[in-house]
Each structure stands twice: as structure tokens, then as C-alpha cells.
């Protein structure tokens, strides 16, 4: 990303340093402060910062196109390279455009598994060899897995550059997949879920996801259950490597101190004859429709712990995808609904009116595919259904009687650009943040246009996405709980069902 020169005080001489080319923060993090120096000359004299009205939203590229690469390989593999000589670091990458939406529910964890073992050694060395290999040039490797993506990424000094690629290539290419290991990082992994069947808030939203989705991939996490990882082998995943890491599937990206021209010729020398092998030319088959409606009427379910003495509370229907037109009107909106932390009415409500609880938030799954809406909070078990009917009535006024106002839309767009500054620090977080672009086959230039998009949404366009997208009346309403006690509160709202963890 592109610096900027400043001026440099002595503050013990008084002297000024000009021209020392001193590189300083980027661009997309001072831009909401210089946005809010611009704003302070608007303030009202004596009003409290929270009080006073948000700075204008900052305009113009992320990127400067001078320091962006992009070409595609003759076999189709996309490469993104982002110059920026700030510091002698580089990232690199590699991400496929699948994960674990495009497999079979009775392989839930399969993607998880896989990234894992891809991990534990490739190319000539194994788990220990690897592993020993990155540490002694202090440099980091990663594999991970998400509903639409898998990814391999490593970074280290721009004096490694030659090395950390051929990690890259060796991982990528060459995995071992050794016996050994993925029996290892098998049962780790079903630890992990044994593990989760006590940490209410994931078993909480366990069951909502089966809930929404009972058929569907979605419904089961990324990480999978006990009985679908349970039946794993090495032979799925080098199916599921074979079928995924193929170069039109494929995306490598490059940050840091590099030069574009010797490192296309080095991506080109690795990567140049990489073929599609036993897969073919095309990408896998992509994630299923879930259901469009889902539930189809309200649903009140109890998920049994008679020991807690805190409720988990989860209000979830389904949501909208990556792609969806309405996402940003959609985001506003939830900014203002529980998005925001402090500033949201959820937070506003039932914390700091009501002291109900301690944290509560809404959000919208956005992914390949419609993802969940979902409200989520806990709060002491006598007090679940007034906690409940309070996140129901906040969820009804914000559609109906209490839209979303001017003032609370101004606020939610400084939030959202703000945090939207934060998150691209970094030459590796842009970069990353492209990639996810050519992941969900959005237009290229959407970064640099987020920031005009969000300042055009209208108060209308949020209420129209608040009337289109929030469904409290046919909400599936997931309590974790001590039944005996919880059931009581709810038998008038409609009927219980009651099922153990």
C-alpha cells in the first residue's frame, strides 16, 4: 500500500527533519483520523466526543494500481502481487475457491482435517523437518479452512523469499499426507468436539445451525461432529486435496518487499505446469442451495443443562449471501441493531438498561450461500424469557415502529468505515481482502468503492432491508438451559421442545 512523507520535528531541538522519506502509518488508517481532525472543526464547543456528529466518511483507491499485479497462469491460476517495501517482510499464499460448504453433510470436518495435515509435512520433509525448517528462519506457516476457502499461507523475511516460496510450493503440490499424522490430527480433532460439548455458547449454536439447516452442510460446523469425523481417513483427504487444489480453483497472492517482475517468473517456474491431474479442468462443485425460508414458524427449543445457571439465548432464520445486493444496507443496519458493541440498542437494552446480561450482538453469516441471521446473548436463568422478549421487541420496532433513524444511520456508516480502515492496515490484509473478492466473483474495484457505497445508502433502503431480511415472528429461538426451569417461561409463546446436548 502506499505510504506518505511527513515532515519530522526534533522535539528536543525544535529543529525540523525534512526529506528523510520516513514511510509512516497507511493510508486506510489514517483516513478515519484525518477524516476526524477535518470533522473536530464542526464540533460544538463543550459536547462530549460520543455527542458530537460523525466526521464525513473518507473517499478515494485503497491501492495505487502502480504497486498491484494481477495475471492468470495459461493453466488458470489467478496471482495477485502487492508491492509495498515499508519493511523487508514478505506474505504469501495460495487459496482454492472451496471449503467445507461444497462437501457432503457425512463428511462435516473433512476441510479441517485436511488443512491440518497439510501442516504436519510435504515435499521431502515430514511434520518435525517442516516444522523445524519455518522456525529456524523465524518465519510462520498456516493452513486453514472456511466454509468457502481453503488456504495455505506463509510468511517471513524478504530475504528468505526463494525459501518461503518453495514452502509455498511444497505444501501446496506436494503434501504428504502421512498415515501417522492424519490418524493424530484425526483424533485431535474429535477431541476438540468432545471439548465443545462444554463450552455452551458453541453448543448453543450447534444446535441452532441443526435447526435451520437439517439436511444442509450448513447445519453442522466447519469443524464438523464426532460421528461424521469419526469415519474419516487418509484416503479422503487426498481425495479432497485431488479435487480441490487444481490451478482454476486456484488463487496465489504475494505481499510485502518483492519485486512483480522476478517473482512472476519465480511463481511461473513453480507453478507453470501444475495440471488439473484427475479433476479435470473444472472447479468442484460448489455449495447446495439451503433452504430459502428456514424455519418455516416459530420455533422454541431447549437444549437441556440442568447445571447452568446462566441461559445461552440464540433467535436465528436465515440471512443473505456475500453477493447479495442488500449486503451493505444490511450491515448498516445490524450496526445499529447489535453490530456496534456499545452503540447498539441490543447492547443499549438489555446491558446497560437492564443489566440482563454482559455481551449480545446480532449479525448476518454472509457466505458463498445464504448464512444465518442470528441474535445470541446469556443471562441468569429466571430472567431468559424477559431477556427474550425484550431481543424479540427490539427486532419488531426496528422493522416496524422504531426504524432505523437519520442520526443512528450517520453513526452506523462512520462505525462501519472506520472498522472498514482498521481491517486493511496491512499490505497482507488488503491483499487477503482481494483475494476474498475473486473468491465470491465480486467486481475488483469493490474496496475502492465501499466507502462511496456505504455513504449512498438511504434511511429507506435500511428499512426496506429491515422489513425484507428480519423475521422475528417465525424465528427458531434456541435456549440452552436447565429445561425444568426454562420451559415454564415459554409454554405461552408457542410450543417447547425440549432435546439433550
Known amino acids: 500500500m502506499m505510504g506518505w512523507h511527513q515532515d519530522i520535528r526534533d522535539t528536543r531541538s525544535g529543529r525540523t527533519r525534512a526529506g528523510l522519506g520516513v514511510r509512516v ?23 462530549p466526543a460520543w455527542e458530537q456528529p460523525p466526521p464525513p466518511l473518507k473517499q478515494g483507491p485503497v491501492v495505487s494500481s502502480d504497486s498491484l499485479t494481477r495475471a492468470r497462469l495459461d493453466n488458470g491460476l489467478v496471482v495477485m502481487l502487492l508491492e509495498d517495501h515499508r519493511l523487508p517482510t514478505v506474505s504469501l499464499g495460495l487459496t482454492v475457491r472451496s471449503g467445507a460448504g461444497s462437501v457432503d453433510p457425512g463428511r462435516a470436518g473433512l476441510v479441517e482435517l485436511t488443512a ?37 499461507k506463509v510468511s517471513g523475511l524478504s530475504r528468505d523469499l526463494d525459501f518461503l516460496l518453495g514452502i509455498l510450493g511444497d505444501v501446496v503440490l506436494a503434501p504428504r499426507f502421512d498415515l501417522v ?24 449454536r450447534r444446535e441452532a445451525m441443526a435447526i435451520l439447516y437439517p439436511d444442509h452442510r450448513y447445519g453442522r460446523p466447519v469443524s464438523g461432529l464426532p460421528e461424521t469425523v469419526d469415519g474419516l481417513d487418509q484416503g ?22 518483492l519485486d512483480p517482475e522476478a517473482f512472476s517468473a519465480a511463481l511461473a517456474a513453480l507453478f507453470g505446469d501444475w495440471t488439473s491431474g484427475e479433476a479435470g479442468d473444472l472447479a468442484p462443485a460448489g455449495t447446495p442451495a439451503p433452504p430459502a425460508i428456514t424455519p418455516g414458524k416459530r420455533r422454541i427449543v431447549i437444549v437441556d443443562k440442568p447445571d447452568l445457571n446462566q441461559a445461552r439465548i440464540i433467535i436465528a432464520h ?8 442488500r449486503r451493505v444496507a444490511a450491515s448498516l443496519l445490524n450496526a445499529t441493531l447489535g453490530g456496534s458493541g456499545f452503540s447498539s440498542r441490543l447492547m443499549r437494552k438489555l446491558r446497560s438498561e437492564e ?49 432505523q433513524s437519520d442520526e443512528e444511520l450517520a453513526k452506523a456508516k462512520s462505525y462501519t468505515v472506520g472498522q472498514f480502515g482498521l481491517g486493511l492496515e496491512t499490505s497482507a490484509a488488503v491483499l487477503g481482502s482481494l483475494v476474498s473478492l475473486d473468491v465470491y466473483g465480486l467486481p475488483a474495484d469493490s474496496l475502492d468503492t465501499y466507502r462511496s457505497r456505504i455513504s449512498a445508502v438511504t434511511p429507506a433502503q435500511t428499512h426496506r432491508v429491515a422489513d425484507e431480511l428480519l423475521h422475528p415472528d417465525r424465528a427458531a429461538i434456541v435456549l440452552l438451559g436447565p429445561a425444568e426451569i426454562l420451559a415454564p417461561q415459554f409454554e405461552d409463546l408457542g410450543p417447547v421442545e425440549i432435546v439433550t446436548p
Not at 436465515?318 to 445486493?325: K, Q, S, W
Open 181 to 204: 499424522e492424519v490418524e493424530k490430527a484425526r483424533k485431535e480433532q474429535l477431541a476438540g468436539l468432545e471439548a465443545a460439548n462444554d463450552n455452551p455458547g458453541e453448543l448453543a
Open 25 to 47: 502509518l497507511p493510508f486506510l488508517l489514517w483516513g478515519p483520523i484525518l477524516a476526524g481532525v477535518v470533522g473536530c472543526a464542526a464540533w460544538l464547543p463543550g459536547k
Open 116 to 152: 491440518e495435515v497439510m501442516n504436519r509435512g510435504a515435499g521431502d520433509r515430514d511434520a518435525l523437518a517442516l516444522a523445524e525448517a519455518v522456525d529456524a528462519l523465524g518465519a510462520s506457516l498456516t493452513v486453514s479452512a472456511g466454509w468457502d476457502s481453503m488456504s495455505v
Open 318 to 325: 436465515e440471512g443473505i449471501a456475500r453477493t447479495d445486493p
Open 236 to 257: 479422503a483427504v487426498r481425495d479432497l486435496h485431488r479435487e480441490f487444489f487444481i490451478p482454476a480453483n486456484a488463487i496465489v497472492s504475494a505481499s510485502g518487499d
Open 355 to 403: 443489566g440482563l446480561t454482559y455481551g449480545v450482538r446480532s449479525g448476518f453469516g454472509m457466505r458463498s450461500r445464504p448464512g444465518p441471521f442470528s441474535v445470541s446473548t446469556f443471562t441468569r436463568v429466571p430472567e431468559t424469557r424477559r431477556a427474550v422478549d425484550m431481543l424479540l421487541d427490539e427486532l419488531t420496532g426496528i422493522r416496524s415502529h422504531r426504524t
